[in-house]
Nanobody
Framework: VQLQASGGGLVQAGGSLRLSCVAS????????MGWFRQAPGKEREFVAA????????HYADSVKGRYTTSRDNAKNTVDLQMNSLKPEDTAVYYC????????????????????WGQGTLVTVSS
């Protein structure tokens, strides 16, 4: 699976950004998708995940209520809408795909995801 993330940029605190990730090379509707981020000097952390059909979602506590993930299986895309951004949200954001799963299953464990995009940088200024 090839993943290409886009949509990062510089935004002021309180602003919004929408990240998008397009997948190719595999049946997208059979991929559980995840979003992770890595801030400078910190370890990669889970942000959000969404199941095959998009009905099951899970968010990290730090972004719950501010971020929303969605997918369009017809377009092979998964999005991450980020609202009320904070300086601590500054990080490189990665989309990832888990092909070894079943319908309805999602994971917050980065090791479950075999395929990763190149990352897109989100910078939130105070």
């Amino acid at each position: 699976v090839q993943l290409q993330a886009s949509g990062g940029g510089l935004v002021q605190a309180g602003g919004s950004l929408r990240l998008s990730c397009v997948a190719s090379g595999r049946t997208f509707s059979r991929l559980a998708m995840g979003w992770f981020r890595q801030a400078p000097g910190k370890e990669r952390e889970f942000v959000a995940a969404i199941s095959w059909g998009g009905t099951i979602k899970h968010y990290a506590d730090s972004v719950k209520g501010r971020y929303t993930t969605s997918r369009d299986n017809a377009k092979n895309t998964v999005d991450l809408q980020m609202n009320s951004l904070k300086p601590e949200d500054t990080a490189v954001y990665y989309c990832a795909a888990d092909a070894n799963t079943v319908s309805g299953a999602i994971s917050i464990d980065a090791n479950r995801y075999e395929n990763w995009g190149q990352g897109t940088l989100v910078t939130v200024s105070s």
